[in-house]
């Protein structure tokens, strides 16, 4: 058998799937605040009763806790050392009492121009860490051609602030683009302290409740990660619960042509289209808190709405969220008088849902005017908050370069025949979201935990890139931790197969992921200083997510 997990902020989600991917038993536990052992054991309880765990394949958990914590100002303030080069400063593009600028420095080929200090690197790290550095992220300019002085810089600074996280921004991300770059490194070591204990909790459940396969965490692109990979790269984790969403429908819902994903959660709502079937990627990195960054991803939109958004009377006028308020009053009676009703108390009182005691639903809503006419307005004002998110989405997707999973450049307009909801209120809303973004509406089999189901049908998935200079005679794979000299006459068609070559390597013992397939590839030609004609070369390759059950892409 096959368990998904996906932890959100209202509600944890289970979904254990037969041998032959068919779902077998689902499960909803409410997420309890501060005590996501409680909620994983909770969920896990209900899903192995009468089973044997050790008939249990693997795990694969998708959650929205680093991103939660990025949003809410709980992740760990982090210290940027930066080398520079030719062109604008490091300093530039990040500034604050938590950035250092080392002394070293390189070139756009590589070359290093400023040897790096040690002994600066340590004390600026000392620094950093007395002004209220947690964590540390350390970049150098042109650090992907050449990684060694981001390299003598971290072990410099490790060994000054032990104990603390250490991002290698070149490590993680091969690209050039330095501000993405930069974020991507930031934000992962920002959550990097908080996805260590989850990990240890995670593992801890998974003993308590005898299984012993093996564990996956579920990236942004919709990939599985081992938590080796998982550890080293935690910003990949933070948007998991879109693509879980979006994996679940992929598998659930036998969808051809363009459709609109509505997934309605008790926090927020993820909205994402599916092309010919399958899911868009974001064209160069996902935006997390609205600073862009490479982590690859599923191209998804999230909304401050769902079934536990607050009710606030504005005069006439009812307004539904940003704020979550729950649960719905009608599952806490004890509340009434001392909080807001929500969304779900309103979808109670128009007889569209019945959770725990409408009669508290109604009472809560009489304290805004009718509860019939507030209720009516509460829909009302959440269904023109969901049309002016999906019309942002689909003006985003046709005004911008998207790419499916082919790495394709989609070249023709998205036009959604449909809209397919998910989540817990997808069956209630169904009808009012027909009718608010003009679309037929479907809802699949088990759409109430459809991002379970997702993390259990998830493929395994691993990216990296390649760079090469023949004028430097160096290659490196940073994301893998690989460099070698090469001589002039190294071919973009070496470069392919070297890449392929030590991702497939990396990819063999995960029997289940796609074959590794080049996305992007680049090569240029150069002068050297000695007037003869040589290469930069630069390659981006990944193992494509998928869903398992279907033939692999």
């Avoid at 030719?86 to 250092?100: I, K, R, V, Y």
């Avoid at 002994?119 to 860490?129: F, I, K, Q, S, V």
Wanted: proline share 7%; with cysteine.
């Amino acid at each position: 058998m096959y368990l998904g997990i996906d932890v959100g902020g209202t509600h944890t989600d289970g979904a254990r799937l037969d041998h032959d991917f068919t779902v077998n038993r689902t499960v909803k536990v409410p997420t309890r605040p501060g005590d996501v052992q409680g909620s994983l054991t909770a969920a896990l309880e209900a899903l192995l009763a009468g089973t044997d765990p050790a008939q249990a394949r693997r795990v694969v958990v998708s959650s929205t806790l680093g991103l939660n914590a990025i949003l809410t100002g709980q992740a760990d303030p982090v210290g940027v050392l930066a080398t520079g080069g030719p062109g604008l400063p490091p300093g530039f593009f990040s500034g604050g009492p938590l950035f250092a600028q080392l002394s070293g420095g390189q070139d756009h080929r590589g070359d290093i121009l400023t040897p790096q200090d040690p002994r600066e690197a340590a004390a600026a790290a000392e620094r950093l860490r007395a002004g209220g550095a947690r964590a540390f992220a350390v970049i150098s300019k042109f650090g992907p051609k050449n990684p060694a002085l981001e390299d003598l810089a971290a072990d410099a600074a490790q060994a000054a602030v032990p104990g603390c996280p250490m991002t290698r921004a070149s490590r993680l991300a091969g690209r050039l683009n330095y501000p993405r770059r930069l974020q991507t490194a930031v934000y992962n070591s920002a959550v990097a302290r908080l996805y260590q204990r989850f990990l240890r909790d995670l593992t801890r459940v998974l003993r308590d409740q005898g299984l012993t396969c093996p564990l996956g965490l579920l990236a942004a692109d919709g990939g599985v990660l081992d938590p080796g990979w998982a550890a080293a790269a935690p910003v990949r984790l933070v948007a998991a619960g879109p693509a879980a969403g979006l994996l679940g429908l992929w598998s659930l819902a036998d969808l051809d042509g363009d459709a609109l994903m509505v997934d309605i959660g008790g926090t927020s709502t993820d909205l994402a289209v599916m092309v010919d079937g399958r899911p868009l990627m974001v064209s160069e990195g996902l935006d997390i808190a609205g600073r862009p960054t490479l982590v690859r991803a599923f191209l998804t939109h999230s909304v401050a709405l769902g079934g536990d958004s607050a009710l606030i009377a504005d005069g006439p006028a009812v307004a539904v969220g940003p704020d979550r308020e729950g649960p719905a009053l009608a599952l806490a009676p004890e509340d009434l008088g001392r909080r807001r009703p929500t969304l779900a108390d309103a979808l109670n009182v128009l007889g569209l849902t019945s959770l725990g005691r409408t009669d508290v639903s109604r009472q809560a809503l009489a304290g805004l005017g009718q509860p019939g006419e507030v209720a009516e307005k509460a829909l009302d004002a959440a269904m023109d908050t969901l049309r002016t998110a999906a019309d942002d989405l689909l003006r985003r997707v046709n005004q911008r370069p998207v790419y499916t999973l082919d790495a394709i450049r989609l070249a023709r307009p998205v036009t959604p025949a449909r809209a397919a909801l998910l989540g817990g209120p997808a069956r209630a809303l169904a009808e009012p979201v027909s009718r608010a973004l003009g679309l037929p509406a479907c809802v699949p089999e088990a759409a109430e935990t459809a991002n379970a189901v997702g993390a259990a049908l998830a493929r395994p998935t691993l990216g990296a890139a390649l760079f090469a200079d023949t004028a430097l005679g160096l290659m490196t794979i940073p994301g893998l931790g690989l460099t070698r000299a090469i001589d002039r006459h190294y071919s973009l068609l070496e470069a392919e197969n070297d890449l392929l070559a030590a991702l497939g390597e990396a990819l063999a013992g995960l029997p289940e992921a796609n074959p590794p397939q080049l996305t992007d590839a680049e090569c240029f030609n150069q002068l050297s200083d000695y007037g003869r004609a040589d290469r930069i070369i630069r390659l981006q390759a990944q193992a494509r997510p998928g869903v398992l059950g279907r033939a692999a892409v």
